[in-house]
């Protein structure tokens, strides 16, 4: 891990919950709920396609916890699995013509301050900008700044080599920086 | 000094992305009670294939009882005066190719060439149909359902061939406005061994995929594009797959950029194709071509669009 913003995991739940504790289980899951959401947003574009990666993760990850060896690293693990299930998730995406919504990116409700209003413009162009990237390099890209894992840590998560995944962050970012530049100029 | 300025932009982007992330509106988290029962109830899917296997595999058991039982039942009664039949019985229940291949032979003919079939090609599915009728009684079932169903599918063809035929003259007819959609095509595979393409035309447009099938089966691009499916082709090489799709459009909508047509990524982010972009040759017919031509090694891809 390299920063980011660092989810705490009680690894006394997750011990409980790989033997078969539901409450515990559960709990661990309402834990994860909003990264894990907001993960699958990003990478899916839309909320309907993220609640049903999120659901899936969920029965998922419930199944096989009992394999889990290491009870501490239960969120890397149920990581692995959302992306799995999110790299399954984008051929739909093509399937079903389902479309990156900048709606369930940025909060619409009026009533906020005029400070408030430019973040929610500035927020926009961002949400933008990353709808126009692909889903992978919108996963590599989360998972280093927001959840803080190296390229490393990645590269074993999506099962690509670490070289790829250093190089798509790095055009990712470039691509980020042009396009927010480009806008920043108009 | 180009470096500090990039690390100084990425580190604004950065905070730009934690503000983003702690803006999105995060849906309630759905009962996990429910989430559990699914859990507990028997998987609906699962349990769908299963049953579809057991019956299939049920179906396939009654198929071949049949068969077997008449054939034994005549080969008990002509004993060794049947010799052919014997071999044949003998292919069928070890489950020999040369049997499928007989069977197929004929569907296969027919299938592929419905219209152009040379009556002796007919004739001899014919006699085959009548022969095994003749020859095994009820048994004959089998040669009677596979001619069968190839002669039905080599119709369907033929009734989807002329229904687009009709959709096309529609297009023109209508003066390139569109008057009807293209009839739904079926899904076309191209796989050459480490790639596979998969081309599903639904409606009003096409959607391609292709996935690394070299290692772990893995999806390498995907795109879809506005328009009804009208051919796909893989080079001799497998280097590059090429897809037509065609949407009924005049000269002067692409000119006005009034109406174009859409292509969409693995983004989800939807555009339309740049009028500027569109080859207008001098002779015009009012429908625009789009030809997506995809490097197989790369998965990358080329939309060039024509009205033609």
């Known amino acids: 891990m390299n920063g980011g913003v660092v989810m705490i995991l009680d690894p006394g739940l997750a011990l409980k919950a790989r033997d078969g504790d539901r409450d515990a289980f559960a709990a661990l899951y309402e834990a994860c709920y909003p990264e894990l959401y907001r993960f699958a947003l990003y990478t899916l574009g839309n909320q309907e396609d993220a609640l049903d990666a999120v659901s899936d993760t969920f029965l998922e990850a419930y199944k096989g916890i009992s394999n889990l060896r290491e009870p501490a690293a239960f969120k890397g693990w149920i990581f692995r699995i959302l992306s799995i299930r999110c790299k399954r998730a984008v051929g739909g995406l093509i399937l079903r013509r389902n479309t990156f919504d900048l709606d369930d990116f940025v909060e619409t409700s009026d009533g906020g301050a005029v400070s408030l209003e430019d973040a929610a413009v500035d927020n926009a162009a961002l949400a933008k900008a990353i709808a126009k990237l692909q889903p992978e390099e919108r996963m590599i890209l989360v998972l280093n700044v927001l959840h803080g894992y190296t390229t490393k840590e990645i590269a074993e998560m999506l099962a690509k080599p670490q070289g790829t995944v250093s190089s798509k962050l790095h055009r990712t970012y470039g691509k980020l920086r042009e396009m927010l530049g480009g806008e920043d100029d108009g | ?308």
């Open chain 2, 1 to 308: 000094m180009a470096e500090k300025e990039e690390e100084m932009l990425t580190e604004a982007l950065k905070q730009r992305l934690f503000n983003l992330d702690q803006s999105i509106p995060v849906p309630p988290m759905p009962d996990t009670g429910l989430l559990f029962e699914k859990l507990t109830e028997p998987g609906e899917k699962k349990n769908n294939v299963r049953l579809f296997q057991m019956l299939k595999t049920a179906a396939v058991a009654c198929i071949c009882l049949a068969v077997l039982i008449p054939m034994l039942r005549n080969g008990l009664r002509a004993g060794s005066a049947a010799p052919e039949a014997a071999e044949e019985n003998d292919m069928l229940a070890m489950g020999s190719p040369n049997m499928y291949d007989d069977s197929t032979e004929g569907g296969y003919a027919e299938d592929a060439a419905p219209e152009e079939e040379s009556p002796e090609v007919e004739a001899e599915a014919a006699a085959g149909t009548e022969e095994s009728t003749e020859k095994y009684g009820g048994g004959g079932t089998r040669y009677a359902v596979s001619a069968t169903c190839g002669a039905n599918s080599g119709e369907e063809e033929n009734e989807t061939a002329s229904s687009l035929q009709q959709t096309l003259a529609d297009y023109y007819a209508a003066g390139g406005q569109e008057a009807a959609v293209l009839p739904q095509e079926e899904e076309q595979v191209y796989d050459t061994g480490k790639r596979r393409v998969e081309i599903s035309p639904a409606g009003d447009s096409v959607s391609v995929l292709v996935y690394d099938i070299s290692g772990q089966e893995e999806l390498l691009s995907g795109f879809w594009m506005e328009g009804g499916y009208v051919s796909s082709d893989l080079a001799g090489d497998a280097q590059t797959c090429t897809v037509v799709v065609a949407k009924g459009i005049s000269a002067e909508e692409v000119k006005n950029g009034d109406i174009m047509p859409q292509v969409g990524d693995l983004s989800g982010y939807t555009e339309e194709v740049a009028e500027e972009s569109v080859t207008i040759p001098g002779v015009i017919v009012p429908r625009i071509t789009m030809t997506a031509s995809i490097n197989l090694s790369s998965g990358d891809y080329k939309i060039l669009a024509e009205l033609k």
